[in-house]
């Protein structure tokens, strides 16, 4: 080989990465490309399509309520006193549901009203019946969008995937600001949440089993076990929020407000 071809060699190879290196990676497909649900997957546990409710009843409240002991951090303590000495007073506390805000997860889950479920091989979609409110779980393999660029929302950007009979569903990305967890307890842009969800009782009853944490509001992990009715008999409405509708609610008087 001569000299010349050997010094080729290398500023080919080297001129080849340095191309594959600035070729940016094929888009992400969208959850109804219908070449992303016809991709090849092994067949899911279970299937999730159809309309929820939360059970209530014994053990399974539904309220996300802090845990005995627990611990707020600074910034966090100030707006429980607050809505803490507001209950006192008999007023109500930073009602942002009422005032036509979203909800947002963990709260939308529990709601009084029904959640339809349509799952994809791709994607499980949930609308609540409560401001007909959107969740997204992806199930495509996507990674979650980084920090920087995100578009952050009151539902996060929940990826799942399944792990033997469980689906595990890991959210993050939420807003900072008019989203609340229980009680006065704020939800910041560090709130994380993993839930791990499966069919009991034959697929009658779907049960739930939450972790989460927010290391700019409290200390530590919180968990909660919530339990959901398949209702084959219910389907959700349009609904919507309309501050007017709301104005006769004592929360939304200043005198009743602890804002």
Request: glycine residues 6%; proline residues 8%; negative net charge.
């Amino acid at each position: 080989m001569t000299m010349c071809k050997q010094l080729q060699i290398p500023l080919l190879l080297a001129t080849a990465l340095g191309v594959l290196a600035q070729t940016p990676p094929p888009p992400q497909l969208g959850a109804l490309a219908p070449s992303n649900i016809a991709k090849s997957r092994p067949k899911p546990p279970f299937d999730l399509t159809g309309t929820w409710q939360h059970g209530g009843g014994q053990n399974n409240n539904f309220r996300f309520s802090p845990p005995e002991g627990f611990k707020l951090t600074p910034e966090a303590q100030v707006k429980y006193d607050a809505s803490r000495k507001a209950a006192a007073a008999g007023k109500v506390y930073q009602d942002d549901i009422g005032d036509c805000w979203p909800a947002g997860l963990p709260v939308i889950m529990t709601r009084v009203w029904p959640i339809a479920m349509i799952q994809l091989p791709t994607a499980i979609y949930m609308i609540s019946g409560f401001m007909n409110s959107v969740r997204i779980i992806y199930m495509d393999g996507r990674a979650h969008t980084d920090p920087d660029v995100v578009v952050r929302s009151f539902n996060g950007e929940s990826i799942g995937h399944w792990e033997n009979d469980t689906l595990v569903v890991d959210t993050r990305n939420f807003v900072d600001d008019h989203h609340w967890l229980d009680n006065g307890i704020p939800l910041s842009d560090a709130f994380r949440m993993i839930e791990r969800m499966k069919l009991i009782d034959k697929g009658a009853n779907l049960e739930v089993e939450y972790t989460a944490t927010d290391p700019k509001s409290w200390v530590g992990e919180w968990k909660w076990t919530k339990r959901f009715r398949r209702m084959d008999d219910t389907d959700i409405t349009e609904a919507s929020c309309l501050p007017d509708l709301n104005a006769h609610m004592p929360s939304m008087k200043a005198e009743h407000s602890g804002r």
